[in-house]
């Protein structure tokens, strides 16, 4: 089985940043994929960033360019760098994980954008 632990959310103004984490463990096989997913209240979970074990990571166009990505093997983390924040992103914020045997989810962190 494989726990996924997300961190870093918290309130912030307009314009600011925030760094989310998000730390792997378990029982973890040739994993496939790792992703950001988003769910702000009363709407769907989206895609924020898909990070393929082979090939570029992809953005949501509605982060292109104010979010990156990346990951420190030895700590089995991946970070989501939140950069120009703005009320719209407001949500909860998962981690994904695809690995060979399955599909797994964090509990999520909420970030609230807000004056």
């Known amino acids: 089985q494989v726990q996924l632990v997300e961190s870093g959310g918290g309130l912030v103004q307009p314009g600011g940043s925030l760094r989310l984490s998000c730390a792997a463990s378990?029982?973890?096989?040739?994993?496939?994929?790792m992703a950001w997913f988003r769910q702000a209240p009363g709407k769907q979970r989206e895609l924020v960033a898909a990070m393929p074990s082979s090939g570029h990571t992809n953005f949501a166009a509605s982060t292109k360019g104010r979010f990156t990505v990346s990951g420190d093997n030895a700590k089995n983390t991946v970070y989501l760098q939140m950069n120009n924040l703005n009320p719209e992103d407001t949500a909860v914020y998962y981690c994904?994980?695809?690995?060979?045997?399955?599909?797994?989810w964090g509990q999520g962190t909420q970030v609230t954008v807000s004056s």
């Open positions: 378990g029982s973890i096989f040739s994993i496939a994929r």
């Open positions: 994904n994980l695809v690995d060979h045997l399955g599909d797994y």
